[in-house]
């Protein structure tokens, strides 16, 4: 296979190693809407998106990186994946929106959104904080993705409404994954 073929991507997320859960909600539609086959999907666990740019995060991206090259495998792509709080009596988040949106550009690193977070647009509703890990298990046990409508993971790149998330749209950019269709 040629190593155009294979490709790694690099999903930075917001939670923690040991909460995972948006982990496992990108593995679910990556499950369900397209074919990863050979390629390496690796995870960077920022304990907190304003840690996005931060050595230790940086560190585990260039750590995940040389390791696929040493493979001698394809190229290696890095995804940010934030909720999109929208707090509009908190101007710091239009300005965190805008400092990550060029820290990606300058980069080269793709950029997914959730409004307002990962479990409203999975679950349509908000999950308090103490039942996020155990509504993202029911969410894989029930298969809930067949519950979501494909058009609210297709938002374009801007993204602002309520349950709605651009991750398709990011990942249909990469035709190392993309079903036959």
Known sequence: MNSDDVIQLIFCVESTEKAATDKWYINEVLKSYFNVGENKISYVYMGGKHNYNNRSTINKINKLTKEYQLTGSGKTYVIYVFDKDQNNQDS????FEKDVKTYCKELGYKLIWFV????EVMWGSKIKKQFKRTKALEFIRKDQIKNIK???LEAHDNVNSPC??????VLNGFRQICLER
């Open 92 to 95: 710091r988040d239009s300005q």
């Open 116 to 119: 307002k977070t990962v479990e």
């Open 150 to 152: 494909k058009k609210n």
């Open 164 to 169: 709605k998330s651009n991750i398709l749209t």
